[in-house]
């Protein structure tokens, strides 16, 4: 399902979501970080704005506004948690990501991981995105229907959530 348009917060988590940071997409576009900003403001990205970003990354501007996958993640400690787990230490992480222990540590305290923050952990540690997911299969859910069942409600529960975020945005900016 293909929407009309896509506001500049949601270009900007696609991209992230693809591997792409800002400074990379300005680069290939020759405009200021300053100036892609701009765009993940905006409530409406044009048309124009989509083609030339798929230009440089190599996809049509409708991929854009194909719906997206909506991935629930780990909040900061159930990430520590996990990562205890897989026996890999906060100091290890931080120098992977090139930051320091007090620094991983605060943000590992985090309810809400910044998708940025998310994206550069998969690439140090070599994890797909979905490693970091909240959502995990129960082992009682066997059969197929169940496990498509409870991914339905998920989507669902993100969408509401992801409507009121967007109420939330459109209040704040009037």
């Known amino acids: 399902m293909n929407k009309k348009n896509i506001s500049g917060q949601q270009l ?3 991209l992230l979501l693809d591997g792409y940071s800002a400074r990379e997409i300005a680069d290939r576009l020759g405009v200021t970080t300053q100036n892609l900003t701009a765009i993940f403001h905006s409530k409406n990205v044009q048309k124009r704005t989509l083609k030339a970003i798929g230009k440089v990354i190599g996809k049509k501007e409708d991929y854009f506004l194909k719906e997206q996958r909506i991935i629930p993640f780990l909040s900061g400690p ?8 897989n026996d890999i230490t906060i100091p290890q992480l931080a120098e992977l990501l090139g930051a320091t222990t007090q620094n991983l540590y605060a943000i590992l305290r985090s309810k809400n991981l910044r998708l940025s923050t998310i ?7 070599n994890k797909p ?6 959502f995990e299969i129960p082992e009682t859910a066997q059969d197929k229907e169940h496990y498509i069942k409870a991914l339905e409600a998920l989507i669902e529960q993100q969408k509401k959530y992801i409507a009121v975020l967007e109420e ?7």
Not at 119 to 124: D, K, L, P, Q, Y
Not at 168 to 174: A, G
Request: glycine share 0%.
């Open 168 to 174: 939330r945005l459109t209040s704040q900016n009037s």
């Open 129 to 134: 995105i979905e490693w970091f997911s909240s």
């Open 12 to 14: 900007r988590q696609r």
């Open 78 to 85: 159930e990430l520590k948690e996990k990562l205890s787990k």
């Open 119 to 125: 994206r550069s952990m998969s690439i140090a540690l």
